[in-house]
């Protein structure tokens, strides 16, 4: 047989594809739709859950879907949109599909009822999303009974049940998320006993702050959870409030919101660079990782951002491993991009010389991790280039253009001087 | 679920703890008729079920001492049992680490007595011999006592199979039964919170309780049980890799000390912390302490440092005012009492039914040996062996952080001692045990499990739909 003969093979082979997309939420979608408007034959999506959406399947209280489909959808709504788009485009959807382990040579070890298999592609994305954290990743104190979870399970509980996991909730938390749980409680028959939030003041924007209130939920910043108390379930909890009081709360639950965490653990599995501030891997301006045959984008890079930002954002990086695919993959030099605290994260992680004439990513994306009032600055070797003075919160994105010269810069670094 | 008053057993086992299920096991296979009394929803539900998972070999227990003796018949039967029934072993050896010269200079002492033990494989070793059997060690360590016999097990399949086994030769376990009182007339009449049951002889491997329920009994309790609680954090699997041994510290003569060591299920726990205390219940973790824990992981192994926190948990060891094991028999009353177990029970568990069953032929019973011995095979939950998502028509995934397959939900439920509580299949199954804690299966579990379990997921979920 020819190698002509061998590659055509292959190429008809079930478990080959140009393209394979790990994840089909917002991001993920997004970049099989654009790899098929591309002209990429066979693109395929490996989803773990029984359906496409990510998210925003149990997310129904967000708008989503304006910009990309010119209408409003509540999140299960904009899910189906997105499974129906990745149907018509011709994208080959595998539902129930879980990725166990990524190969250097871009071969993939998936499970499905079927049992075990081999897929294998010339470029893999990485959609695989974020989770709020757990009670024992963010060392929580007390008891471990059954009724504390996060904002993601309990929507689940509502969404693809109709069941609840409690009544009357202590919820903690302040990010938009966490009034969207708030919501789900209200709109479920649950009523929350309380509302906390450990920093001094709601990470989430006005007017969201004021909603509580509105509804009759007391919500208390600077309050911290010193105990939960409880033999099966959840029976009552400690708060320390701002100015030392310690109230004790009966309750049945504790409802975790916010707190974001890439879902990387395919990649803590296969030993792939992760960048240390984000917990997310290490990408490129076109979404590259360190191993040039892997893409990724969504909110597997930085917890967290909205269902549109994910998908334009995956969009992007489609068109980047579209244009990828026409040489071969690029292991040129990379520059990483370093920064120090209260800088969360810098998105990219590194830029890399040779990249694509287009990059995926025009802007570098910031967070920090508490309020700072001061000056950020970029500079290239040793250069500042940019800066800008504000009062810069935690949990919101920061964008910073990426100038050309970054890309000949063989130091690239983010500053902040606090004025504060 | 309890048979009728008028079914009198052999044996009473009081307590389905590791010691419990073990002692359960062996009376069954002596031909015994054994019914095994547990307060909880399930069985595991006290000092079982936060254990360290080493499979000691007894290098560094008291010499000549009862908890020697028993620990390496423990160990023992379960290196001859555990092939045939499915039970892990992972052969990861351990370290003991010296991080100053005076910890060193013990180190000699340690190997004497590990020797005088009857542990062969004992081997001093520099720092960098150590850290070339481990190099994720710190540049800290000044020496290091090499002990090849230590391993890490899977603690919750061990005492499930072998209550399982007994439950094959017929062994009742009711669940949800304390114990309240107890009348002996040359038999026993125990009167429980499930209801009056009668047994012959009783064995109380009640742990945290065994005191409580010595003299509940009228057996005038020869110890008293301190809890000793202990936290402990484990990490996610990426630590995994960075941590192929078990690290020991140099023990001091309160505790064994703080542990980094590797599970079968390729975490990496760093644990326990050693807190006197007066309640038997509650073992709570405190935020302070769990930070402590990780600070100290990082200085033994400096990588651990960066990576994510999977579970935390903590458990109370049945320590007694002695260090001893605190074994009380009386003839007279054909009573038991396996108490104190306070931290080896994991490895000494099937030495302590040995024992029991030696004790008890004492009181001049003799059982006729069961006609056959129903082979049992636990599924397996570690990362050593081919797990069921490897495996062909497993369902789907459900918990997607363990990999845990709906058949192999479906199986627990229908095997013969199936989860009574959340916890309980969370221990047979590993689901929500992962990284992500239940943000993708949480839902799932409460939709499969319905009124299943003792405290169900979801509230009234009887009146929801």
Same mark, same amino acid.
């Given at each position: 047989?020819?190698?002509?003969?061998?590659?055509?093979?292959?190429?008809?082979?079930?478990?080959?594809?140009?393209?394979?997309?790990?994840?089909?939420?917002?991001?993920?979608?997004?970049?099989?739709?654009?790899?098929?408007?591309?002209?990429?034959?066979?693109?395929?999506?490996?989803?773990?859950?029984?359906?496409?959406?990510?998210?925003?399947?149990?997310?129904?209280?967000?708008?989503?879907?304006?910009?990309?489909?010119?209408?409003?959808?509540?999140?299960?709504?904009?899910?189906?949109?997105?499974?129906?788009? /990745?149907?018509?485009?011709?994208?080959?959807?595998?539902?129930?599909?879980?990725?166990?382990?990524?190969?250097?040579?871009?071969?993939?070890?998936?499970?499905?009822?079927?049992?075990?298999?081999?897929?294998?592609?010339?470029?893999?994305?990485?959609?695989?999303?974020?989770?709020?954290?757990?009670?024992?990743?963010?060392?929580?104190?007390?008891?471990?009974?059954?009724?504390?979870?996060?904002?993601?399970?309990?929507?689940?509980?509502?969404?693809?049940?109709?069941?609840?996991?409690?009544?009357?909730?202590?919820?903690?938390?302040?990010?938009?998320?966490?009034?969207?749980?708030?919501?789900?409680?209200?709109?479920?028959? /649950?009523?929350?006993?309380?509302?906390?939030?450990?920093?001094?003041?709601?990470?989430?924007?006005?007017?969201?702050?004021?909603?509580?209130?509105?509804?009759?939920?007391?919500?208390?910043?600077?309050?911290?959870?010193?105990?939960?108390?409880?033999?099966?379930?959840?029976?009552?909890?400690?708060?320390?409030?701002?100015?030392?009081?310690?109230?004790?709360?009966?309750?049945?639950?504790?409802?975790?919101?916010?707190?974001?965490?890439?879902?990387?653990?395919?990649?803590?599995?296969?030993?792939?660079?992760?960048?240390?501030?984000?917990?997310?891997?290490?990408?490129?301006?076109?979404?590259?990782?360190?191993?040039?045959?892997?893409?990724?984008?969504?909110?597997?890079?930085?917890?967290?951002?909205?269902?549109?930002?994910?998908?334009?954002?995956?969009?992007?990086?489609?068109?980047?491993?579209?244009?990828?695919?026409?040489?071969?993959?690029?292991?040129?030099?990379?520059?990483?991009?370093?920064?120090?605290?209260?800088?969360?994260?810098?998105?990219?992680?590194?830029?890399?010389?040779?990249?694509?004439?287009?990059?995926?990513?025009?802007?570098?994306?910031?967070?920090?991790?508490?309020?700072?009032?001061?000056?950020?600055?970029?500079?290239?070797?040793?250069?500042?280039?940019?800066?800008?003075?504000?009062?810069?919160?935690?949990?919101?994105?920061?964008?910073?253009?990426?100038?050309?010269?970054?890309?000949?810069?063989?130091?690239?670094?983010?500053?902040?001087?606090?004025?504060? | 679920?309890?048979?009728?008053?008028?079914?009198?057993?052999?044996?009473?086992?009081?307590?389905?703890?590791?010691?419990?299920?073990?002692?359960?096991?062996?009376?069954?296979?002596?031909?015994?008729?054994?019914?095994?009394?547990?307060?909880?929803?399930?069985?595991?539900?006290?000092?079982?079920?936060?254990?360290?998972?080493?499979?000691?070999?007894?290098?560094?227990?008291?010499?000549?001492?009862?908890?020697?003796?028993?620990?390496?018949?423990?160990?023992?039967?379960?290196?001859?049992?555990?092939?045939?029934?499915?039970?892990?072993?992972?052969?990861?050896?351990?370290?003991?680490?010296?991080?100053?010269?005076?910890?060193?200079?013990?180190?000699?002492?340690?190997?004497?007595?590990?020797?005088?033990?009857?542990?062969?494989?004992?081997?001093?070793?520099?720092?960098?011999?150590?850290?070339?059997?481990?190099?994720?060690?710190?540049?800290?360590?000044?020496?290091?006592?090499?002990?090849?016999?230590?391993?890490?097990?899977?603690?919750?399949?061990?005492?499930?199979?072998?209550?399982?086994?007994?439950?094959?030769?017929?062994?009742?376990?009711?669940?949800?039964?304390?114990?309240?009182?107890?009348?002996?007339?040359?038999?026993?009449?125990?009167?429980?919170?499930?209801?009056?049951?009668?047994?012959?002889?009783?064995?109380?491997?009640?742990?945290?309780?065994?005191?409580?329920?010595?003299?509940?009994?009228?057996?005038?309790?020869?110890?008293?049980?301190?809890?000793?609680?202990?936290?402990?954090?484990?990490?996610?699997?990426?630590?995994?890799?960075?941590?192929?041994?078990?690290?020991?510290?140099?023990?001091?003569?309160?505790?064994?000390?703080?542990?980094?060591?590797?599970?079968?299920?390729?975490?990496?726990?760093?644990?326990?912390?050693?807190?006197?205390?007066?309640?038997?219940?509650?073992?709570?973790?405190?935020?302070?302490?769990?930070?402590?824990?990780?600070?100290?992981?990082?200085?033994?192994?400096?990588?651990?440092?960066?990576?994510?926190?999977?579970?935390?948990?903590?458990?109370?060891?049945?320590?007694?005012?002695?260090?001893?094991?605190?074994?009380?028999?009386?003839?007279?009353?054909?009573?038991?009492?396996?108490?104190?177990?306070?931290?080896?029970?994991?490895?000494?568990?099937?030495?302590?039914?040995?024992?029991?069953?030696?004790?008890?032929?004492?009181?001049?019973?003799?059982?006729?040996?069961?006609?056959?011995?129903?082979?049992?095979?636990?599924?397996?939950?570690?990362?050593?062996?081919?797990?069921?998502?490897?495996?062909?028509?497993?369902?789907?995934?459900?918990?997607?952080?363990?990999?845990?397959?709906?058949?192999?939900?479906?199986?627990?439920?229908?095997?013969?001692?199936?989860?009574?509580?959340?916890?309980?299949?969370?221990?047979?199954?590993?689901?929500?045990?992962?990284?992500?804690?239940?943000?993708?299966?949480?839902?799932?579990?409460?939709?499969?499990?319905?009124?299943?379990?003792?405290?169900?997921?979801?509230?009234?979920?009887?009146?929801?739909?």
């Amino acid at each position: 047989m020819s190698t002509a003969q061998l590659f055509q093979q292959e190429r008809e082979d079930a478990s080959y594809a140009d393209v394979i997309v790990v994840g089909g939420g917002p991001a993920g979608v997004a970049a099989a739709l654009k790899l098929k408007a591309r002209g990429i034959a066979r693109v395929m999506i490996l989803e773990r859950e029984p359906a496409l959406g990510g998210a925003t399947r149990h997310c129904s209280h967000s708008p989503f879907g304006m910009r990309e489909f010119g209408r409003i959808y509540f999140g299960p709504a904009y899910a189906r949109r997105l499974e129906r788009e /990745a149907q018509d485009a011709g994208v080959d959807i595998r539902i129930g599909h879980s990725v166990v382990e990524l190969g250097q040579d871009g071969a993939l070890l998936v499970t499905s009822a079927r049992g075990v298999e081999s897929l294998k592609a010339r470029r893999i994305v990485l959609a695989t999303g974020a989770r709020e954290k757990p009670r024992s990743a963010l060392l929580l104190p007390g008891d471990r009974p059954v009724g504390v979870i996060t904002t993601g399970a309990l929507q689940s509980y509502v969404a693809f049940h109709g069941i609840m996991p409690f009544r009357r909730p202590l919820i903690i938390g302040s990010e938009l998320v966490s009034f969207s749980a708030l919501l789900t409680c209200l709109t479920h028959r /649950a009523r929350p006993v309380a509302m906390i939030e450990p920093e001094p003041e709601p990470l989430a924007r006005s007017p969201f702050q004021w909603f509580p209130r509105l509804v009759g939920v007391p919500f208390h910043c600077g309050a911290v959870l010193m105990d939960i108390r409880g033999r099966g379930r959840v029976e009552e909890a400690d708060i320390r409030l701002a100015d030392g009081r310690l109230l004790t709360v009966k309750c049945d639950g504790v409802l975790l919101t916010g707190r974001f965490t890439p879902e990387a653990a395919l990649l803590n599995a296969s030993a792939v660079d992760v960048a240390a501030g984000s917990a997310g891997p290490m990408i490129d301006q076109d979404g590259r990782m360190a191993n040039p045959i892997f893409f990724a984008s969504g909110n597997l890079l930085r917890a967290v951002e909205t269902g549109g930002w994910s998908f334009r954002e995956g969009r992007r990086v489609g068109a980047a491993v579209a244009d990828d695919l026409a040489r071969e993959p690029c292991n040129d030099l990379v520059v990483p991009v370093t920064f120090t605290e209260p800088l969360k994260l810098v998105i990219p992680t590194m830029l890399r010389r040779g990249g694509l004439d287009r990059p995926a990513f025009r802007d570098f994306q910031l967070r920090f991790t508490k309020r700072v009032q001061g000056r950020l600055s970029l500079h290239l070797d040793g250069t500042e280039v940019w800066s800008k003075i504000g009062l810069w919160l935690p949990e919101r994105r920061v964008l910073v253009p990426i100038p050309r010269a970054a890309f000949e810069a063989s130091q690239i670094a983010f500053h902040v001087g606090e004025t504060n | 679920m309890v048979q009728s008053l008028s079914t009198e057993f052999d044996v009473a086992v009081i307590g389905a703890g590791v010691v419990g299920c073990a002692v359960a096991r062996r009376f069954a296979l002596a031909g015994a008729k054994v019914v095994v009394i547990e307060k909880g929803a399930d069985i595991l539900s006290g000092a079982s079920k936060a254990n360290s998972a080493i499979l000691h070999t007894g290098f560094d227990a008291p010499e000549g001492s009862l908890e020697l003796e028993l620990v390496k018949a423990g160990r023992a039967e379960y290196l001859s049992i555990h092939g045939r029934m499915g039970l892990s072993l992972v052969e990861t050896g351990a370290l003991v680490c010296a991080w100053n010269p005076d910890e060193a200079e013990r180190l000699a002492a340690i190997a004497e007595q590990g020797r005088r033990n009857g542990i062969a494989e004992l081997g001093l070793l520099t720092a960098r011999q150590a850290r070339e059997t481990m190099p994720g060690l710190s540049g800290h360590l000044t020496a290091a006592l090499e002990v090849s016999g230590e391993h890490i097990i899977d603690p919750w399949s061990a005492p499930l199979g072998y209550l399982t086994q007994a439950v094959g030769l017929g062994a009742q376990l009711v669940r949800n039964a304390e114990v309240l009182s107890g009348s002996f007339d040359g038999a026993w009449r125990i009167e429980t919170t499930a209801g009056p049951i009668l047994a012959a002889s009783i064995v109380n491997a009640a742990g945290l309780f065994g005191d409580i329920v010595d003299a509940r009994l009228g057996l005038a309790p020869e110890f008293t049980i301190m809890p000793r609680k202990g936290q402990f954090v484990v990490l996610d699997k990426a630590a995994r890799r960075h941590v192929p041994r078990i690290v020991l510290p140099v023990p001091t003569e309160i505790t064994k000390g703080i542990v980094v060591c590797p599970t079968a299920f390729g975490n990496v726990l760093v644990g326990p912390t050693a807190e006197e205390q007066d309640d038997r219940e509650r073992a709570t973790v405190e935020t302070a302490t769990l930070e402590a824990l990780l600070k100290r992981g990082a200085e033994i192994v400096p990588a651990l440092a960066s990576i994510s926190v999977t579970a935390v948990y903590a458990g109370l060891r049945p320590a007694s005012e002695k260090k001893h094991y605190r074994i009380s028999v009386r003839p007279d009353r054909r009573a038991i009492t396996l108490g104190g177990v306070r931290s080896t029970g994991l490895s000494a568990a099937l030495g302590l039914a040995q024992h029991a069953l030696t004790l008890h032929a004492g009181f001049g019973t003799r059982f006729d040996l069961p006609l056959s011995v129903p082979d049992v095979t636990m599924p397996n939950l570690t990362e050593t062996c081919e797990r069921d998502w490897q495996r062909a028509d497993h369902g789907e995934i459900v918990c997607h952080c363990e990999l845990v397959t709906r058949r192999e939900i479906d199986a627990t439920f229908s095997s013969p001692v199936p989860p009574g509580d959340f916890g309980g299949l969370r221990r047979r199954t590993r689901a929500g045990m992962g990284r992500c804690q239940g943000f993708y299966c949480n839902a799932r579990l409460a939709a499969m499990t319905g009124d299943r379990l003792a405290v169900p997921l979801a509230v009234g979920a009887g009146d929801e739909r």
